[in-house]
């Protein structure tokens, strides 16, 4: 029994998709049938992939359509007979095949204000109870595979990477912010350079995470208030500005 | 057009697993300048798939362990073939590097109390692994890659390989490499180089690696001239996915027996409890009642007083007793053994325990794994031997060359506890930053780089496209892991291996007539054609060490020497270039000092 992948071959300039027939097994995902196709028919054929098992995010295509990690989705799933498509993920510029210059998440990384601790207890180590880090330690599960990135219409659509970091350094900055150790703010970051306001919450991020971490309910809204909170709040706001005041000879 | 670009910098760091991002953080934390250079994106080294925990004797959930019983363990599970003095380094260490990470952020499970958990594993005598359910790696890696990003002084060069280290006369001055995306090449001119390239396991068919695994720093380290030592000691874990094929080698986590996982066989036997060897009969429970008692204990958060399950031996032991279930007839449908959570825990506890376990098998083995048992067998995971490296350094024997983490050999003798690796990466990444920063110091000026050698190397590595048509690359990768599973595998004899050695020179033939179609824009055909090049030696390196030693001891049975030998208790098997010929021979290790001897015989 063969299936039919439709493959897009190209760079950024030009491409096509090609039809290569790949044999079923029993348990089989689509990285393997690349794999085979490289293996085979085109060895050239340019993918990104490492562990193979759902946990380093390397091997984002968009497959039917849909962004997904290759080697978690089965053959199985689509329907009989009918060819499969792979594609690169969209939102990023082609590099060859299906690898994308994803470049840009790192930019966007390098910029966030880092982690920085509260002092320690008298012994050197810190105390924090499993309840207070249970939210943090689901936005820690990110694996960086950049679906959300991919499908978030901000990015995909509006092409806003100068002025939005997306859903996967939301959920970053999120890691950061409610860190029960860490002591920075980074609201006037999400506000200005991060661009949390265009967010629209339509979900779509939350709905391709392989790793189900619930982006838009527990990182990005919680997020949005802290911004509002800081920024919009009509009693802060007076605070800040009365401090500002102290603060100026 | 330039035949390549040249960038400088004081110290090269090949790798961005744990290893690399520990000494690249380290050697900047000195005010040195780095090049990081990985071959996959940043964050995805093999790390990532590290699951059960990193060991270090906090004592926070068992307040009688001790940096002690920690090097106990670790030489004990070793066969004593460790690097002594890298081993104590690695248990006095760990626990610093660990609260140091959480320092920088990285978030551990937690204790009622609010410190670190810690987890059971295979030959610690006490739960000793931190760990964020079964994804420390990834928690390791993000908080490393992190640390690193926001350090001064290291640039990251992604996608991109080595393909030769090059010498100033005896010293390093640099690395050739190409990057992926563009199929350019870059000499980098450096005074030090730390390489941190992780393991081989690319040369077995079936193993838990991931294709970066192919051996780059043992081999790079050899052609320079450098020793590897231990190189007949691979680690075959015991519970790799077994069906279906697409899956199989995946690892399953230590941590689903150090959370009371039980192994049986066909006939519903835990046949574990007939493996247990001499040397650790005293510390293991010889009935199913202590040993689930021992569960029990562990469960409820209590000191455990019962003796452990045997189930949770080290992984040599528990490798070998599937292999041979499975070769008497009482293997599961597919030539494993069946590893049951299900019955021993409750599904919200696996869930919450194992989630990465729990979807890896939901979702590519359609099993359930809190209602249904997994099948588990062997799969290639793990390089003990590596480059020989100064305990306290981590010096290679050509000046100006360091290793740490798998690429370097000693610490972990003849078998690697699990959780080991993980402090592995952190106490020698930096103890390798600091000692290639302080080399570079040491060392001002810019040593020579030869460009008819840097022109020479470009010419061999484009050869490939001039032979379109020749031999698939990857046809001959599949011959290789082929042949390697079935004569150096986990059971080995004189004739295996001999027959392995004629086998790997014509494979060697077929590899220098590799041709690639396209061009060299991300062209994976050629990388794996390059890649053959470090597999075939490192290939060399494995089955030359098994032939030399003459008896079965740890990760290396030789079923034409069963038992372990006197005269190999305390010898190196030293493989190193001599010429174009790769050398074998046996050096005597250093003596332990008395104080550490009498740790290792039960005083703490």
């Known amino acids: 029994m063969d299936a039919v992948l439709k493959i897009f071959r190209g760079d950024a300039q030009r491409g096509e998709f090609r039809e290569y027939g790949v044999p079923l097994h029993e348990g089989m995902v689509v990285l393997d049938a690349i794999h085979h196709v490289q293996a085979h028919a085109a060895s050239d054929l340019a993918c990104r992939w490492n562990c193979k098992a759902g946990r380093c995010g390397s091997c984002s295509a968009e497959v039917d359509g849909k962004p997904k990690l290759m080697c978690m989705t089965r053959m199985d799933e689509f329907p009989v007979g009918e060819p499969i498509t792979v ?122 995470c392989p790793e189900s971490i619930r982006i838009t309910d527990n990182a990005i809204i919680p997020l949005k208030e802290r911004v509002v909170d800081d920024f919009y709040d009509p009693v802060r706001r007076a605070w800040r500005w009365l401090t500002r005041q102290r603060d100026s000879p | 057009m330039d035949r390549f670009e040249t960038h400088s910098c004081d110290v090269l760091v090949v790798g961005a697993g744990g290893a690399g991002l520990r000494a690249a953080i380290e050697v900047a934390a000195q005010g040195a300048s780095v090049g990081l250079i990985c071959k996959s994106l940043l964050g995805k080294a093999h790390t990532v798939m590290a699951e059960g925990g990193v060991a270090a004797a906090l004592a926070n959930t068992d307040g009688r362990d001790s940096w002690k019983v920690h090097f106990r363990d670790t030489m004990r599970g070793g066969k ?165 094929l697409s899956v199989r080698g995946i690892l399953v986590t230590e941590g689903v027996r150090g959370e009371g996982g039980v192994l049986k066989n066909s006939q519903g036997e835990r046949f574990m409890f007939r493996y247990v060897p001499e040397m650790f009969r005293k510390d293991f429970a010889d009935t199913e009642e202590e040993a689930d008692r021992w569960v029990a204990e562990v469960i409820a958060g209590r000191k455990a007083e019962a003796r452990r399950p045997p189930e949770l031996l080290t992984r040599d032991v528990v490798a070998r007793a599937i292999a041979q279930e499975v070769r008497e007839g009482r293997g599961s449908p597919h030539g494993g053994a069946f590893l049951d959570i299900a019955s021993r825990r409750k599904p919200e506890e696996i869930r919450k325990k194992l989630p990465s376990m729990y979807q890896q098998f939901y979702e590519l083995a359609d099993v359930d794994i809190t209602r249904q048992p997994m099948e588990v067998g062997p799969t290639t995971h793990y390089m003990m031997g590596g480059v020989r490296v100064d305990a306290e350094t981590e010096a290679a024997t050509i000046p100006g060359l360091f290793a740490a983490g798998e690429v370097a050999g000693g610490l972990h003798g003849a078998n690697r506890l699990g959780g080991n690796s993980l402090s592995d990466l952190l106490v020698f990444g930096r103890r390798a930053g600091l000692g290639a920063a302080a080399y570079a110091k ?29 031999e698939n690359p990857y046809a001959v ?103 174009d010929a790769m050398t074998v021979v046996t050096e005597p290790m250093s003596p332990m000092p008395d104080e550490l001897k009498r740790i290792v015989e039960g005083e703490v």
């Open chain 2, 80 to 244: 004593m073939l460790n690097d002594w003095r890298m081993a104590e380094l690695l248990a006095r260490e760990a626990p610093a590097r660990v609260i140091e990470l959480e320092g920088w952020g990285a978030l551990f499970d937690r204790t009622p109390d609010g410190r670190i958990l810690q987890r059971n594993f295979g030959g610690h005598q006490f739960p000793r692994l931190a760990h964020v359910g079964d994804r420390t790696g990834l928690e390791m890696i993000r908080t490393l890659q992190d640390k690193a990003v926001h350090s001064p002084g290291i640039d990251v060069y992604m996608e991109c390989t080595v393909v030769r280290l090059l010498k100033d006369g005896p010293r390093i001055s640099g690395a050739l490499a190409y990057r992926r995306d563009t199929g350019r090449f870059i000499v980098f001119s450096t005074k030090a180089v730390v390489l941190a390239t992780g393991g081989i396991g690319r040369a077995y068919k079936i193993n838990s690696n991931s294709w970066e695994y192919t051996g780059d720093g043992h081999a790079l380290a050899y052609d320079a001239g450098a020793d590897l030592i231990g190189m007949e000691f691979v680690q075959f874990h015991p519970t790799g996915m077994v069906w279906p």
């Open chain 2, 442 to 470: 040491a060392h001002p000026g810019d040593p020579r780089i030869d460009a008819s050698e840097v022109e020479a190397i470009i010419a061999e590595a484009l050869a490939p496209f001039d032979r379109s048509g020749g």
């Open chain 2, 477 to 579: 990768h599949d011959a290789l892991q082929d042949m390697m599973g079935t004569y150096v595998g986990i059971a080995r004899s004189e004739d295996d291996l001999c027959t392995a050695l004629g086998q790997l020179a014509s494979l060697r033939a077929r590899a220098a007539r590799a041709g690639v179609e396209g061009h060299r824009q991300y062209n994976p055909g050629w990388h794996v054609a390059l890649d053959l090049r470090h597999l075939l030696t490192v290939s060399e390196a494995v089955t030359r060490a098994a032939l030399e030693r003459r008896e079965s001891r740890g990760a290396h049975t030789r079923v034409d020497h069963p038992e372990s030998e006197r005269s190999f208790a305390t010898v190196n098997v030293v493989v190193r270039r001599r010429g």
């Open chain 1, 87 to 208: 594609a690169p993920l969209k939102a990023f510029p082609v590099i060859k095949d299906l690898v994308c210059d994803v470049s840009w998440n790192y930019e966007v990384n390098k910029r966030i204000p880092p982690f920085q601790p509260k002092p320690p207890e008298p012994d050197g180590t810190w105390r924090m109870q499993q309840a207070d880090i249970d939210r943090v330690q689901e936005f820690r599960k990110c694996i960086e595979c950049f679906l959300c990135q991919d499908v978030c219409h901000v990015l995909r659509d509006h092409g806003k990477k100068d002025s939005f970091a997306g859903p996967r350094f939301f959920v970053r900055v999120a890691s950061l912010e409610m860190h029960p150790l860490d002591v920075v703010s980074r609201t006037a970051y999400l506000k200005e350079q991060g661009g949390i306001g265009l967010c629209n919450i339509t979900k779509c991020c939350t709905e391709v």
